[in-house]
């Protein structure tokens, strides 16, 4: 009785749940009271950066149960010839130099970079704007990717050859009335797949089959 004989992972999609269970160093076999080593494994478990919260309790008679609040990757930026993959909120989750299949993000210049904390760029205003719009980008079910950014404006890609462009405040108007949805629909239908969609103040939205 009261033996750990079993452990149970939820809120994880990063890493799988064995993995969780390693990095844990979670083991069986020891008093579900006195030997169940919780803070331990929470400890262990909140060093990765893709940890936002971790739970970890005692669900009676054998099982220990890790409930996991997980930093969703929502871009890269290029950093010279790697790529630093932030969440929402510009935390770094990991740096790599494999392109990952996330909005990749190009035109900053990294200031400072820790795994864990948020990233710092010259461009910090921009860099905030940018967030914001993928968060809507998101939120209005569509997906960039690539954004490049300039002082001007930015160019977000939706295919490699179709690009909306604007300033970042006219793109999240866009994105929010969900006016830009609605164009990039229209020429999918129309199997139009080059060209830009340049995006003005007060939601205006014109199409040109040219690319700068």
């Known amino acids: 009785m009261f033996q750990i004989t079993n452990y149970e992972v ?42 936002e919260e971790v739970t970890v309790h005692r669900q009676l008679p054998d ?9 969703k990757q929502t871009a890269a930026i290029v950093y010279g010839d790697n790529y630093v993959v932030i969440d929402s ?26 795994v864990g904390e948020p990233v710092e760029a010259e461009e910090k205003v921009l860099l905030r704007q940018t967030l914001q719009m993928l968060a809507s980008m998101e939120k209005g079910d569509m997906f960039f ?14 295919y490699d050859s179709l690009i909306c462009q604007g300033t970042p405040e006219n793109l999240l108007e866009a994105i929010d009335s ?18 830009t969609i340049q995006v003005s103040g007060g939601n205006y939205i014109s199409f040109t089959p040219k690319i700068d």
């Open 10 to 51: 939820e809120g994880n999609s990063y890493y799988s749940d064995e993995e969780i269970l390693v990095m844990g160093n979670c083991k069986t076999g020891g008093n579900i009271f006195w030997k169940a080593g919780l803070s331990d494994i929470r400890q262990r478990l909140s060093r990765d950066a893709y940890m």
């Open 63 to 71: 099982t220990i149960r890790i409930e996991i609040k997980e930093r």
């Open 89 to 114: 909120e510009g935390v770094v989750l990991r740096k790599t130099s494999v392109e990952p299949k996330i909005t990749i993000i190009r035109g900053l210049t990294i200031s400072r970079l820790t």
């Open 145 to 158: 990717k690539k954004v490049e950014l300039s002082k001007v404006q930015i160019r977000a890609y939706v």
């Open 178 to 195: 969900g006016k830009l949805q609605v164009v990039i629909q229209e020429l999918y239908d129309r199997e139009i797949e080059r060209g």
